[in-house]
């Protein structure tokens, strides 16, 4: 039975991979049409360009040529007889610019998809040519298709087929169960939009950046060239994003935005219920237990806030690692754990450091606080020597990431280096003991909007019970001296995470007195995450504790009961959401290039003005005639003369950061440069210089340095684990790794 289910999963991937691979052999259509379109009036009008075309399903490849004076002007792609068939953006048709291209998916056989423009003539606008290509993304795209499906389908048949992994009714239970648990919180995704959150935008431009930083040549990506009309910005730099190389290649690869953002989701959401409940198995030795815990904390109420409502892609990611760290701390300070797992800490605080550096912040300084508590345990020779091994080696591990990240963040004056975001401290951005603790919450709003239209923050009606299991349990707890402490540790911090996410917390106090570094956290309640945690940890162990004690019955009810107040009110949350929500269909994320958040990674010298600033996209200066001007991403190449008989300044459509250098293409002279306060760099041009220019960035060496150094050491970690693989061939992992 065994043989022939897998023979039957070969021929069907065989079949598959070759369909998919056999519409290379197809040629790729292109279709040029001339256009005259000329307005001059102030009203909005849509006009079709060109002739309607026949396509077949595949991505298409848009170009046109026009010129504008206004910046409202749109162009994008239509069907009447089959609009849900073809799916475009509207894509600004920027002042400064000629040509414009944008990306088309066509998901069937249309007869009638038409280039329309919505245009506002002030001042002039005109197309003259439109060119339709199709792109070889569509072939790659179905490529990507049958192989992630035929990836999928050997999974799940690893797990829950004959002969699999889960090979006892109890382990596909629990299979099942984690299933569910990602079903559960995924259901936002089946929609055939994509639900919009507060910071939606950002990280789609975050996405879109990765895989154009990667197509200009950059590995890793530092300065995403698409932001702020193509001036770029280092989101990079200060924003980890190692885990949106995923979703950036799968971008590459013709998937749209919305696609890939989803698909992103749904893999943190799985990733979350297994790291989960394999870190709860790994603590608490209760595979019924780790199970509801991954059930209470992927499904708990400020996760799927920052999931849907906030779209806080750093922090839900972040929020999958937090168990792993935990882990790896109970490991080396628990006399349970047998060896120390100090790689487990260490790869926790790397998924920490390269999704959201504020979620890193607050976990080292909770982690400041355990080890004050177990101080007597840290002088341990064993447990200081783990300690050590994880430090050096999450250093080791994301060396590559820090060194760029310290190095621009002390040598660049931005506004979030000097203060320009702080304001007037962030008490009073707590919850009050009623938002804390409120039962029902609605799944929109923004903070802070009052009650009624508030965001869902809380720990929700779940971790409400879990609270009071976890502390009646504590009370009762009095033999397993070992047992108590980690309930009472998990109290203790889920209730030092509450408060701190409240406006009662000395936030401005400490503030004042020289902890400025904590105004970066803007909103206290972020300890939610942490103090989610906190309590289903402790909640698990409490009836853990319970169920040794023979108290079935009793589990039983409270286990009910966190299920069925989970369900409630996380649904609550959902399904309101879904309700209310703005959905729509993201194909490219283009026209919002603006949205750099609070401009925290901007130059303080620079004013974001959308009307003046990051507009002028073509070099200009004083004296300087240009011959020719390419751009490529974010490399610059011009020829250019400068006719006066002193220093002059060639203004190019670049932002400067460190890093940034130009020189002259013959004789690799280099220039200095200078920002200006439209946000483009300024070269200084010699008297009478004549030449072409190279402008791009450039990696310091010791960048370089520490991208080696990080990718020894993930070399050996990778080797440390085949190595314990090999080793131990007949293991099923019941034993934590060192």
């Not at 590995?219 to 730099?237: A, D, F």
Request: hydrophobic share 45%.
């Amino acid at each position: 039975m065994k043989k022939k289910i897998w023979g039957a999963y070969g021929f069907l991937c065989a079949v598959l991979l070759l369909m998919a691979a056999s519409s290379f052999l197809r040629k790729r259509v292109t279709y040029e049409m001339g256009v005259n379109l000329h307005v001059t009036e102030g009203e909005v009008k849509e006009a079709t360009l060109g002739k309607p075309l026949a396509l077949s399903r595949g991505v298409y490849e848009v170009t046109v040529e026009y010129q504008a004076e206004g910046t409202e002007n749109t162009i994008f792609a239509k069907s009447d007889t089959r609009s849900g068939k073809v799916g475009s953006d509207a894509i600004l048709l920027e002042r400064g610019k000629t040509e414009e291209s944008f990306q088309v998916w066509v998901s069937a056989d249309v007869p009638d998809v038409t280039i329309r423009t919505a245009y506002q003539g002030y001042n002039g606008f005109s197309v003259s040519k439109v060119t339709v290509k199709e792109s070889i993304q569509g072939r790659t795209r179905e490529l990507a298709q049958a192989v992630l499906f035929c990836l999928a389908l050997g999974i799940f048949l690893r797990f829950f087929g004959p002969g699999g992994r889960l090979d006892t009714r109890e382990k596909r239970r629990t299979g099942y169960q984690l299933l569910v648990t990602v079903f559960l919180a995924s259901i936002p995704l089946l929609s055939r939009g994509v639900y919009i959150g507060h910071d939606s935008g950002f990280h789609f431009l975050r996405i879109e950046g990765v895989w154009q930083g990667l197509a200009s040549g950059q590995l890793p990506v530092r300065i995403q060239p698409n932001w702020l009309h193509g001036y770029g910005y280092p989101v990079s730099l200060f924003y980890g994003d190692a885990l949106l190389y995923v979703p950036g290649v799968f971008r590459m690869l013709g998937f749209s935005v919305q696609e890939v953002y989803e698909g992103y989701v749904l893999a943190v959401n799985g990733f979350t219920a297994a790291l989960t409940f394999y870190c709860l198995k790994r603590i608490l030795g209760d595979v019924r237990m780790a199970s509801l815990g991954s059930f209470l904390y992927t499904l708990s109420a400020y996760r799927l806030a920052n999931v849907y409502t906030r779209a806080a892609l750093g922090e839900y990611s972040a929020m999958a690692f937090l168990p792993l760290a935990l882990y790896g701390f109970w490991s080396i300070f628990s006399d349970y754990s047998g060896k120390k797992n100090w790689m487990a800490l260490a790869m926790g605080v790397t998924g920490l450091l390269e999704t959201h550096m504020l979620s890193t912040e607050m976990a080292a300084m909770l982690a400041g606080v355990l080890c004050l508590v177990m101080i007597r345990r840290i002088f341990q020779k064993e447990t200081f020597l783990a300690l050590i091994k994880a430090v050096v080696l999450a250093l080791l591990l994301n060396l590559w990431f820090l060194i760029p990240f310290l190095d621009e963040m002390l040598h660049e004056k931005m506004n979030i280096t000097v203060g320009i975001l702080s304001g007037s401290g962030i008490q009073e951005n707590g919850l009050t003991v009623g938002e804390l603790f409120r039962i029902w919450q609605h799944g929109t709003g923004i903070w802070p909007n009052g009650i009624q239209g508030e965001l869902p923050l809380g720990i929700g009606l779940a971790m409400q019970l879990a609270f009071l299991i976890l502390a009646l349990t504590l009370i009762v707890c009095r033999r397993d001296k070992e047992e108590r402490k980690l309930l009472a540790l998990n109290l203790g911090f889920a209730l030092l995470t509450l408060y701190g996410a409240t406006k009662y917390f000395p936030w401005d106090f400490l503030e004042n007195a020289g902890f400025h570094f904590l105004s970066t956290l803007q909103f206290p309640w972020r300890l939610l995450g942490m103090g989610t945690l906190s309590l289903t940890v402790g909640v698990c162990a409490a009836l853990a504790y319970l169920k040794k004690q023979g108290r079935q019955k009793l589990v039983r009810l409270c286990t009910g009961l966190l299920v069925t107040f989970t369900l409630l009110g996380s649904g609550y949350t959902l399904f309101t959401f879904m309700e209310t929500a703005e959905v729509e269909e993201c194909h490219e994320e283009r026209d919002a290039t603006y949205y750099v958040s609070g401009g925290e990674y901007l130059p303080a010298d620079i004013e974001l003005d959308e009307e003046e600033a990051f507009h002028p996209l073509e070099p200009r200066g004083n004296g300087v005639e240009i011959e020719s001007f390419q751009k490529q991403y974010n490399k610059i190449r011009v020829t250019c003369k400068n006719t006066e008989s002193e220093e002059t300044v060639l203004e190019v459509p670049i932002l400067l950061y460190k890093g940034y250098k130009a020189w002259d293409a013959e004789t690799k002279e280099e220039f200095q440069m200078l920002r200006t306060d439209l946000g483009m760099t300024g070269i200084m041009l010699p008297a009478d210089y004549e030449g072409t220019i190279r402008m791009e960035f450039l990696a310091p060496l010791w960048w370089n340095v520490s991208e080696i150094v990080s990718l020894c050491a993930w070399i050996g970690v990778l080797v440390y684990y085949m190595g314990k693989k090999r080793k131990r061939p007949g293991s099923d992992g019941s034993s934590a790794p060192a």
